[in-house]
């Protein structure tokens, strides 16, 4: 650490609102990388030369202004729970977690406006209180923030029925920009596509506001079967009809639900593959009812008065299936992929045959821009970087298309970003390129810069 920089970071925003412990300042410059094998060994060493935990918007401003002036990168944090090291800083720097300025700013009716750092759970606690609830969340909702999912994820409980952050999910959002003199934007409409996903490389999401919906009683549901075909018929025709009120249907390939310890009661069969269902309590009887036409069999209910106490089925769904199996065996991975609705069965037919339990089956039911998917989270036995990039390839031939998560780079990843307005709004917010360094492929940072 320069003492000289460290002398005008306490200048500008105290002391107290530098990290100063090594170790918090190893910790504060890590996500959740290491689920890639392929991420782990090329970002193990990546640090920040200072983390600024600010305490309000004015500190957080006077930091950024310091940046600036002094032309030091900047990579904005939540709670650092991406996948893909978005928030790990490439070329030292400052962090600026902004997990501090987490207030409500309004709850009216039908929307919430808040703090980007505000933790997703803490959030719905305040919703509940006038009877709505959130649209999509990640399964991270616990420690996650508001802005770093909307900076850095994509979808999650709610998404069967309300769709991805691109879906009208976000309403508007308040960012920092890193020009000259650091000023507020207020972006909403279409110009939202620029800061959504884009790993802050365009502003600091100070604000955020999403739509909120009146509240459901949710009953959580685990339905066995023991034919892959069944469950994804079965869960196909839950996804797929209106008439069901859900946030959550789920489908994991057998051996998957024995990676689950806390579920070791439940799930006695090695075989059995399972369907995770979140539905309104109104529809319970009829859901079990028609689960039985599929052959599937009710294996656990959690009724509505015990939503949110203790575990949910929601933390086996989304990433945490990955985490229970790194839990269960380290050499497992993942990939994201798109498989196409009416050629589901064949393709994972033609991937079973081909890889066998090298590859075990997620599925989460999804709509995007409206149209429903089955989106793939598989699980991966990781042999080596070669043979990932050929399970990736084989995916890809065969049209269940690959949303890579073994890279930090912005859009490599397969989520169709604008790539091209996003690098030119970075231009226009963030001149000196300080924002998240080495995110934003370089060839665009470069063609903005040349034009
Ligand atoms: C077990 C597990 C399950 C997961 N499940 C899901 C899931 O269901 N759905 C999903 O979409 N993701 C999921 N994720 C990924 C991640 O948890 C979510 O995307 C989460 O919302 C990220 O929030 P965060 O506060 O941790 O953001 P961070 O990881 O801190 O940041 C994410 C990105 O946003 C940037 N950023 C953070 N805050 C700001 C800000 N205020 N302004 C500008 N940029 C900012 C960071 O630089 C980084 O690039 C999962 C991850 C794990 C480990």
Redesign the pocket.
Known sequence: MSTNLLRKLFEAVGSENVVQVEETVTKLSK??YW?SPVLDKQLEHKRADYVVIPDSYETLKAVLQLTVKEKIPV?????????YG??IPMTGGVVVD??K?NKVVEVGEGFVTVQ??MR?RDLEKKIMESDQELTI?????V???????????????GSVTWGN?WDGNVLSVK?LTMNEEVSELLIDGADLLD?IH???TT????EVTIPIKPKSNWVQELISFSSLQDVLDFTRYIAEDDQWKKRLVTVVEAPIPTFFRPLKKVIQEKDEHLALIEIEESDLTRLKEEAKKFHGRSIYTAEASSYRKGIGISDF????T??WALKNDKNWTYLQNFFSLDDVHDQIGKIKKRFGDEVLFHIEWLRDKGKLIPAGLPLVYYQSQERLYEIIDYFNEIGASVNDPHTYLLGAGGWNLQLESIAKKKKENDPYELL?QG?LPTHLVKETIDQ
């Open positions: 996500d959740y689920y990579t904005p944090r939540g709670a650092g729970t991406g996948n978005q928030a902004v997990s300025l980007a750092g997703i969340y990640p399964s991270t909702f420690k996650a923030t508001i802005g770093g999912f909307v900076a850095g994820g994509s979808g999650g409980i952050l960012v800061y884009s790993y802050g502003g600091i999401i100070t769904t989304w990433n945490h990955t985490l998240n995110k």
